[in-house]
T-cell receptor, first 113, second 114 residues
Framework: GDSVTQMEGPVTLSEEAFLTINCTYT??????LFWYVQYPGEGLQLLLK?????DKGSNKGFEATYRKETTSFHLEKGSVQVSDSAVYFC????????????FGSGTQLTVLP | DAGVTQSPTHLIKTRGQQVTLRCSPK?????VSWYQQALGQGPQFIFQ???????QRGNFPDRFSGHQFPNYSSELNVNALLLGDSALYLC?????????????FGDGTRLSIL
């Protein structure tokens, strides 16, 4: 079945450090890929997405590139801030509007001042 | 423009009881999906409702049921509660005809089973 594997956390970085959170996927079809962020006590917010191979999603300094050859969608940010501390989820959605999201297990990020 | 709203925010029940959670989708959305997020885990898809019918279902027992109303709002019902049902229940809405647009999530209902 479809699945998403994320880098295990927690990840602790100092402010202004470079961030990478690895994500790989297995899918029977040709999925769209997403990164969601969850702040404490809140639901999920879409961070960025990519719908086809070689697409780069970006938002708020975060980037991820859809790599079909390696079935990966790694999240990166050049300089993290304390306010980026949250749980990050990689997810996929197969083609067709009725298809549900399949999530990874999440990666907890803590950024220290 | 109101986003996805869920009620209640928190709920405490005991084993064997029944619970109903509610969700109002984002304005303009007609499809509602429910997810269960256990502590420290990613959300797991429960089911999706469109045109007042269950369209797709994840790997959850029949104790989990739902309903969608003509105004697109939805309820999630869980019968015969188990300790393992303790989780954050998330509602997400989307528009059926626009598969490229992402789902929008509410802040969830935290259900605790004693």
């Amino acid at each position: 079945g479809d699945s998403v594997t994320q880098m295990e956390g927690p990840v602790t970085l100092s402010e202004e450090a470079f961030l990478t959170i690895n994500c790989t996927y297995t899918a029977t079809g040709y999925p769209s890929l997403f990164w969601y962020v969850q702040y404490p006590g809140e639901g999920l917010q879409l961070l960025l997405k990519a719908t086809k191979a070689d697409d780069k999603g970006s938002n708020k300094g975060f980037e991820a590139t859809y790599r079909k050859e390696t079935t990966s969608f790694h999240l990166e940010k050049g300089s993290v801030q304390v306010s980026d501390s949250a749980v990050y989820f990689c997810a996929l959605k197969l083609r067709g509007s009725a298809r549900q999201l399949t999530f990874g297990s999440g990666t907890q990020l803590t950024v220290l001042p | 423009d109101a986003g996805v709203t869920q009620s209640p925010t928190h709920l405490i029940k005991t084993r064997g009881q029944q619970v109903t959670l509610r969700c109002s989708p984002k304005s303009g959305h007609d499809t509602v999906s429910w997810y269960q997020q256990a502590l420290g885990q990613g959300p797991q898809f429960i089911f999706q409702y469109y045109e007042e019918e269950e369209r797709q279902r994840g790997n959850f027992p029949d104790r989990f049921s739902g309903h969608q109303f003509p105004n697109y709002s939805s309820e999630l019902n869980v019968n015969a509660l188990l300790l393992g049902d303790s989780a954050l229940y998330l509602c997400a809405s989307s528009q059926q005809g626009d598969s490229n647009q992402p789902q929008h999530f509410g802040d969830g209902t935290r259900l605790s089973i004693l």
